[in-house]
Structures are given as C-alpha cells and as structure tokens.
C-alpha cells in the first residue's frame, strides 16, 4: 500500500499541472521524464533494491508526445511490474523495453554456475581493470548466472552479492545440472589448505581452502575419491575432509541446542585464523579483510553471512554492550564508525568480533600485507577504528532468520535449486 500511495502521490502532483496537462510541449515531457526518475528511485528505495544485491539500471525516454518508454535492465522483474503498473495514471502511455534477467533462453538455460577453481574471484565491474574484488566462490559453490557477455560472467553469489567473474572460472550449469550436483554425496575441505592430487597427471596438487566441496566418487580407509566440477577426477586424503552431509547435520544440530556455546565456538575459530593475507573483498584461506574474517569464521561452522559491514550490522537487535562492552558475549559482533547525525546514517569504519570481558578481535592491514589479528578492549578506545556504534548477536538458533543461511538451506543449494530473495 505505501508503494502505490507514494507513486500515486508524485505522479497525481505531476498530472494536476497544466504543463502535464498539455501533453506536448517540452517541458510537459521533461516533468513527465522527471516523474518517472523520481517513481523508478523510489521504487528501489521501498523494495529495498541494493546494487550490490540486484541489478536494477532503469532510464526513460519520451517516445512520442504522450508515451513513455521504459529501458534498461534488472533482475527484479516483481519490481518492476509493480513500476509499471504504478505509472498507469502519469496521462501518457508507458512501454516497458527493459530487459530482465536472467534471460534464460539467451543462456541457453545455463542460469546457474559452479566454481572450477580453488577461489573464484568476483569483481565489480565488468571490466578488470580498476575493478574491486566484492566477494569470493570456492570450489564447488553454485553461484545464479544473471548474464554471459565476451568478458565475463554477471552472477549472484550465495551472499548474494552481484559482480562479473571469469567465465572460464566457473562450470556453467542448468536447473537439472545443478540439481544432480546438489543431490550427489559431496565431501568439503576441512583444513588451511587441503591438497588435492588430481588424476592421470603429473601436475602438483591443488591447494584447497577450507570449504571446498567436490562430489564423491568411492571412498578407501585413507583417501576420498573425487570429482572435481569440471569433472577432472582427483584424490584427498580423508582425514583433510568430511561429507559435507554430516558438517551440516552436525553444525545446525548445534546451533539449535546450545547456540551461546555455537558463538563461542566461532570466535574460537575466528581466533585461529591468524597468518592470512590482507585481501580485500576476501574470506577465504587465500586471504581476507575485515568484513571477509567474520565471514570466514562462521562459513567454518556452515552459516553464510552478507558480504558488505553495513548489511552485518542489520542482521539483529542493536546491542549497547553494557559498560565499557561487559555485557557482550563471545561470538557477537562491534561495529565502529561515525553515529548517525540527522538525515543522515552512520557511517561504518570497523568490524570486529567480541571476546567477552570487554575485549573483542579485530583484523589490522600489516605493512607486509597481512591480516593481522589484534585484541582490542572497549576500555582503550582508539581514534582510527572510531566511535562504537553498536553491537548485535546474531539469533543463530532461529531457522526463521530471514537472512542468515547455511548451505543446508540456501535455495542455492537444494534439489531442485532456487533462487533467493535477500535484500538486507
């Protein structure tokens, strides 16, 4: 109701002009134009379309005296049906020409993708140069293909971030490849690196981060017997895996039962991962940021976070943290930054993981390069990481959790796939 309210709201201000009324000159079509810019902003404000979830990149031209044509492209096409009907009442006719994705029959039904590479790099931008890293596949995670072009592939990762990867990185796949990957018995990596030795080949192992998944094959007292998603068959030895069946059952077990020994748990792990790589836009072993570490400490325990601090720091009830950060339990997360000042929001600087006793873990960018990870306490503030905003302790035994997934539940993951919905 408040999305028709508010496009009614604008476009009925628009039509009570005499210049709208008009329907002819230029500036009868400029405030018409204006009006459409203004309902396709707003439209994406009240869906709460992110650009770093969805694509959304709709514009508009005057076609005629009175019509109104629509271009573009986005993958909310629910959005922008409720868009279009919405501008029904503007007094000009609207034609929607906007692409929406994925166009199945143009990717031949290859809608979905697995990664073929230990780590599979996703970028911002369709061009590689000058583009940032935004988040990470590794080995066998599905990934939903929005568009195929001569440089990449536009795709949306479990997190459900958007960027452009290497299409010669990832194995194209279809609902019913996806699904024959998602049934088959799989095992996953457990170790820092796991090596793998591939098959009929002279060539050094492949060097897994922790996470990899590959389907298995037949299974001896010392190795696993696998095959990788381009279909290269390989060897691991089976103390550096486990079915990924049984992680699941395991960690979600876990988190029902004894969920503030779940949290402990993970800033537990989140405390052995010490020697990594500074890697922005990273989480895994190869190496990670801030945001990436806390990622990579609840990925181990099967939970998939958002990729972006903003959208962590949303995911449950602000929490002050009691005096100098007592209250805060091990496992819950701090942001710092600049509070909110009027209209406008906080800004987020830092993230870190609390320890309890008022201190908590954070990563620092060595000189060298590394991932530093150092305690920190609420009672020795420091200006650089900037003010404490809040904190909050993700419900970990809530199932309900609209936006926290594990790989025991993400669409991405079942049989048959689908897509989700996570705009934070």
Same mark, same amino acid.
């Given at each position: 109701?408040?999305?028709?309210?508010?496009?009614?709201?604008?476009?009925?201000?628009?039509?009570?002009?005499?210049?709208?009324?008009?329907?002819?000159?230029?500036?009868?079509?400029?405030?018409?134009?204006?009006?459409?810019?203004?309902?396709?902003?707003?439209?994406?404000?009240?869906?709460?379309?992110?650009?770093?979830?969805?694509?959304?990149?709709?514009?508009?031209?005057?076609?005629?005296?009175?019509?109104?044509?629509?271009?573009?492209?986005?993958?909310?096409?629910?959005?922008?049906?409720?868009?279009?009907?919405?501008?029904?009442?503007?007094?000009?006719?609207?034609?929607?020409?906007?692409?929406?994705?994925?166009?199945?029959?143009?990717?031949?039904?290859?809608?979905?993708?697995?990664?073929?590479?230990?780590?599979?790099?996703?970028?911002?931008?369709?061009a590689k140069e000058g583009a940032r890293q935004v988040d990470e596949l590794i080995l066998g995670m599905p990934a939903r293909v929005l568009k195929r072009t001569a440089a990449g592939v536009l795709l949306q990762t479990p997190s459900a971030r958007v960027?452009?990867?290497?299409?010669?990185?990832?194995?194209?796949?279809?609902?019913?490849?996806?699904?024959?990957?998602?049934?088959?018995?799989?095992?996953?990596?457990?170790?820092?690196?796991?090596?793998?030795?591939?098959?009929?080949?002279?060539?050094?192992?492949?060097?897994?981060?922790?996470?990899?998944?590959?389907?298995?094959?037949?299974?001896?007292?010392?190795?696993?017997?696998?095959?990788?998603?381009?279909?290269?068959?390989?060897?691991?030895?089976?103390?550096?895996?486990?079915?990924?069946?049984?992680?699941?059952?395991?960690?979600?077990?876990?988190?029902?039962?004894?969920?503030?020994?779940?949290?402990?748990?993970?800033?537990?792990?989140?405390?052995?991962?010490?020697?990594?790589?500074?890697?922005?836009?990273?989480?895994?072993?190869?190496?990670?940021?801030?945001?990436?570490?806390?990622?990579?400490?609840?990925?181990?325990?099967?939970?998939?976070?958002?990729?972006?601090?903003?959208?962590?720091?949303?995911?449950?009830?602000?929490?002050?943290?009691?005096?100098?950060?007592?209250?805060?339990?091990?496992g819950d997360l701090v942001f710092f930054g600049t509070p909110a000042r009027g209209e406008r929001g906080p800004e987020f600087s830092s993230l870190g993981m609390a320890l309890g006793r008022g201190e908590f873990l954070e990563v620092v960018r060595t000189?060298?390069?590394?991932?530093?990870?150092?305690?920190?306490?609420?009672?020795?503030?420091?200006?650089?990481?900037?003010?404490?905003?809040?904190?909050?302790?993700?419900?970990?035994?809530?199932?309900?959790?609209? %936006?926290? %997934?594990?790989?025991?539940?993400?669409?991405? %993951?079942?049989?048959?796939?689908?897509?989700?919905?996570?705009?934070?």
């Amino acid at each position: 109701m408040q999305r028709r309210q508010w496009i009614g709201s604008v476009l009925a201000a628009l039509a009570a002009s005499r210049s709208w009324a008009s329907g002819t000159s230029d500036d009868a079509q400029a405030r018409i134009l204006d009006g459409v810019r203004r309902a396709v902003l707003e439209t994406a404000a009240l869906e709460g379309l992110d650009s770093r979830t969805c694509v959304w990149t709709i514009e508009s031209r005057m076609i005629g005296p009175n019509a109104v044509e629509l271009f573009g492209e986005t993958s909310e096409a629910s959005a922008l049906a409720r868009l279009v009907a919405g501008l029904g009442g503007i007094g000009a006719a609207v034609r929607s020409r906007v692409d929406i994705l994925p166009d199945r029959a143009d990717l031949r039904e290859q809608v979905w993708a697995l990664a073929a590479r230990p780590v599979v790099s996703v970028r911002s931008t369709e061009a590689k140069e000058g583009a940032r890293q935004v988040d990470e596949l590794i080995l066998g995670m599905p990934a939903r293909v929005l568009k195929r072009t001569a440089a990449g592939v536009l795709l949306q990762t479990p997190s459900a971030r958007v960027g452009w990867a290497d299409a010669e990185a990832l194995r194209a796949a279809t609902d019913t490849t996806l699904l024959a990957w998602n049934r088959h018995e799989k095992i996953a990596s457990t170790g820092k690196s796991t090596a793998v030795r591939l098959e009929g080949t002279d060539a050094a192992a492949l060097e897994l981060p922790a996470g990899a998944v590959m389907e298995v094959v037949e299974s001896s007292a010392e190795d696993w017997f696998v095959r990788l998603p381009d279909g290269r068959r390989a060897r691991v030895r089976r103390a550096d895996a486990e079915l990924l069946e049984a992680r699941e059952i395991r960690e979600e077990d876990r988190r029902r039962s004894h969920p503030e020994q779940f949290l402990a748990d993970i800033a537990k792990t989140a405390r052995s991962l010490a020697g990594r790589p500074y890697r922005s836009g990273g989480w895994t072993d190869q190496g990670f940021d801030e945001v990436g570490f806390v990622r990579a400490a609840f990925f181990r325990h099967d939970l998939i976070l958002p990729s972006e601090m903003d959208q962590l720091a949303r995911m449950g009830r602000p929490l002050s943290g009691g005096r100098r950060g007592r209250d805060l339990k091990a496992g819950d997360l701090v942001f710092f930054g600049t509070p909110a000042r009027g209209e406008r929001g906080p800004e987020f600087s830092s993230l870190g993981m609390a320890l309890g006793r008022g201190e908590f873990l954070e990563v620092v960018r060595t000189r060298e390069g590394e991932a530093a990870l150092r305690r920190g306490s609420f009672a020795k503030p420091r200006r650089s990481r900037g003010a404490f905003l809040w904190a909050v302790r993700i419900e970990v035994a809530d199932m309900r959790h609209p %936006y926290l %997934y594990s790989t025991r539940t993400h669409g991405f %993951y079942q049989a048959p796939p689908a897509e989700m919905r996570a705009h934070l």
